[in-house]
């Protein structure tokens, strides 16, 4: 079992800058795809990140590319997400994953371990 948790949520005015972490424990996340998703009110989870074992193939969502960065550090068991230039549409619960498909997947049925999440408020 991987057990995930996230942080860094929180409110930030629209332009701003956010960096979410999300730290694993039970087992090293080197194995495992690692994603980030988003869920807003109503709607269903979006995908917003994912990367390769080593990080070194990350896929973005079109509505977060160019903004946001993803990131894993296996040493830390810690994967992150650096959000800049925020926009209003951007606030959901970000969800990180796990998935031990080979490579990196936009499919929540891939993912089989969920962290609960942190809440992004994003002011106009």
């Known amino acids: 079992q991987v057990q995930l948790v996230e942080s860094g949520g929180g409110l930030v005015q629209a332009g701003g800058s956010l960096r979410l972490s999300c730290a694993a424990s039970?087992?090293?996340?080197?194995?495992?795809?690692m994603g980030w998703f988003r869920q807003a009110p109503g709607k269903g989870r979006e995908f917003v990140a994912a990367?390769?074992?080593?990080?070194?193939?990350?896929y973005y969502g079109d509505a977060v590319k160019g903004r946001f960065t993803m990131s894993r550090d296996n040493a830390k068991n810690t994967v992150y997400l650096q959000m800049d230039s925020l926009k209003p549409e951007d606030t959901a619960v970000y969800y990180c994953a796990a998935s031990g498909f080979a490579n990196p997947t936009m499919a929540v049925s891939a993912y089989a371990y969920w962290g609960q999440g942190t809440q992004v408020t994003v002011s106009s």
């Open positions: 990367t390769s074992r080593r990080g070194s193939t990350t």
């Open positions: 039970g087992r090293t996340l080197s194995p495992y795809i």
